[in-house]
């Protein structure tokens, strides 16, 4: 890949003629019945989508949406992933006047999308104070308005090898990186393949493997005990007991469905994603709800939010394909046991109540040199969206004066 690939401004805007026919769909579509008094036990609740629907076609302006997701600073570039030639990545760079600003990657994950990353980009200017970030949030390969990935194997590792690039592209040959969802399981893969890039990393999405008896003698006897006696002792903190419960249910309980089809056969969940809006918007929605702690969702947001995977440049389907890929049994490099291993770079880690997933901190000790830990009382999964205001502290007091991993990238102190 050249290093000098052409950086071109980007303006979302979307056919007219794509959007009479998602209003001719939404007027087709035929809803299912709902048992009695069902709730949201069942999946996402019948009368919020039909008012959701009804809304998106007769009510949502989505010109509206898109002036404003056209005022953030917005471009494409080409880069090229090993195997799989030459992809154009969308990205957010909102760039600062300090001219020694952090460069900042975000990446987000599935359902989400760069529109997270908007509350963040004011509260990363900087003062005399604060450190200033040049922030860019690319949509990943399949998401958003980046290229569709037309071959088998685009997996963690092939995520990691893009983001890595458009920084390259771009000019920051060092950064650091924060993530959530997908985007913690790409952090890892940055941190394991391209350490000569990122040199610090912030999750809130804390996915640590159980402490190993060779890496971690004393952890994992410790950590062992510990589990085996939580059943009978408070061994655990309420919070980390309730996290543990949630991922529990996440991963084999009540919420793996979404996971086990996207997983297995994506093509097939693909049809109605692709075909039926309301489909998309169901499927969208009910994480969007269950994964908050009661984030006060308005209408708007919520078909923003789903209107950017139905106009989406590679189809509503195409990001489906990061779950199957990451779990196909011949990924080596990115397999969990690898992704899961100790990081020799400074971690930062958000921990929210409504997280879907987060293991105790003891586990995660593993991760990395973890620098810094916060615990909030309030977030869920969505965190940039929920609670902006924890992780650009947290990311100031990282590389901020006097945090410990203050001017870890060369040259950018962020002051």
Partial sequence: MSPVSPVTPFTVDIEESKLHRLHQKLGLTDFPPELDQAGSTYGAPLSDVTRLAKYWKDGFDWRTQEAKLNELPQFTTNITVDGFGELNVHFVHQKSDVANAIPLLFIHGWPGSFIEVTKLLPLLQGSKDEPAFHVVAPSLPNFGFSSRVSKKGFGICQYAEACNKVMLVLGYDQYVAQGGDWGSVILRALGHYHSDHVRALHTNMV?????????????????????????????????????????????????????????????????????????????????????????????????????????????????????FESQAKDRDLDSTDKLQAYVDLPIGLAYFPKEIANMPRLWAEGMGKVIHVSESSKGGHFAALERPDVISDDLKAMFGKGGKAFAVVDGKSGY
């Fill in 207 to 323: 996915l640590a493997g159980f402490p190993k008896p060779l890496n971690a003698p004393l952890r994992f006897i410790y950590s062992l005990t510990k589990h085996a006696l939580s059943g009978f002792l408070p061994t655990y903190t309420t919070s980390e007991s309730e996290s543990l419960a949630r991922a529990m249910d996440w991963r084999f309980g009540s919420g793996r469905g979404y996971f086990a089809q996207m997983a297995t056969k994506p093509q097939t969940i693909g049809y109605s994603l692709a075909d039926s809006p309301v489909g998309l918007l169901a499927w969208i929605y009910e994480k969007l709800i269950a994964w908050t702690d009661d984030y006060n969702w308005s209408d708007d947001e919520i078909l923003t939010w789903v209107s950017i995977y139905y106009f989406s440049t590679a189809g509503p389907s195409a990001a489906s394909f990061i779950y």
